[in-house]
């Protein structure tokens, strides 16, 4: 019945839920209601993180491909057997949403008919914030940070400079000459 309707409406539903917390300890801690926990895990299927299954990463890379191509209407022919092998040996921390978030980024920001390392964020090469610095140059280091920020932001944003630009409190015009001093093509 509607809130604040007088007739019962007949429905069929089914709930699909995910987690990546082990929802069993929540019960028993009294973190989680048992009664909800029992009505939510009919059909449990534990899936590993990414990083356990690096045989899949290829086939979810062409998955995602094909999809934000689509969505952002260009025409892409595969992945480059250099950016794919990046790919591979990347620790994967965020799963599978962040392989999702990777490959939309070399979407929106590839040049060519074929993924390249050079579409992929600065994070899968070693060379993101916080990663081991090549270089112990100031400026390099904060280089290097703004480029990881702008391109992670531009990503977030399927390209959009103006909304880029929002997103890091910036002009228009002053993010496209920080694009251009950091040479993100």
């Known amino acids: 019945m509607r809130v604040g309707g007088t007739k019962l409406i007949r429905v069929d539903v089914r709930i699909v839920a995910a987690t990546n917390r082990d929802m069993a300890a929540y019960v028993r801690d009294g973190r989680f209601r048992e009664d909800l926990y029992h009505r939510l895990n ?7 993180p990414l990083r356990e299954r690096k045989e899949d990463i290829a086939e979810l890379c062409q ?34 949403r962040e392989l999702a978030n990777v490959m939309e ?17 600065p994070s899968t090469h070693g060379d993101e914030p916080g990663a081991a610095l090549d270089s112990f140059s100031y400026r ?32 228009e015009k002053s993010l496209i000459r920080l694009i251009r001093a950091l040479k993100i093509h």
């Not at 070399?106 to 390249?116: E, P, R």
């Not at 280091?141 to 909304?163: E, H, I, M, P």
């Open 42 to 48: 009919v059909i449990a299927i534990t899936l590993p």
């Open 63 to 96: 998955f995602y491909l094909r999809r934000f191509s689509l969505e952002a209407k260009k025409h892409f022919t595969g992945i480059t057997d250099e950016a794919l092998e990046k790919l591979t040996v990347y620790p994967w921390p965020g799963s599978v």
């Open 105 to 121: 980024h070399a979407v929106v920001l590839g040049q060519s008919t074929k993924i390249t390392s050079a579409d992929l964020p």
């Open 140 to 171: 390099d280091s904060v280089d290097n940070f703004r480029r990881g920020l702008v391109l992670k932001v531009l990503a977030q944003n399927r390209g959009n400079r103006v909304a880029a630009a929002k997103t890091l409190g910036l002009h």
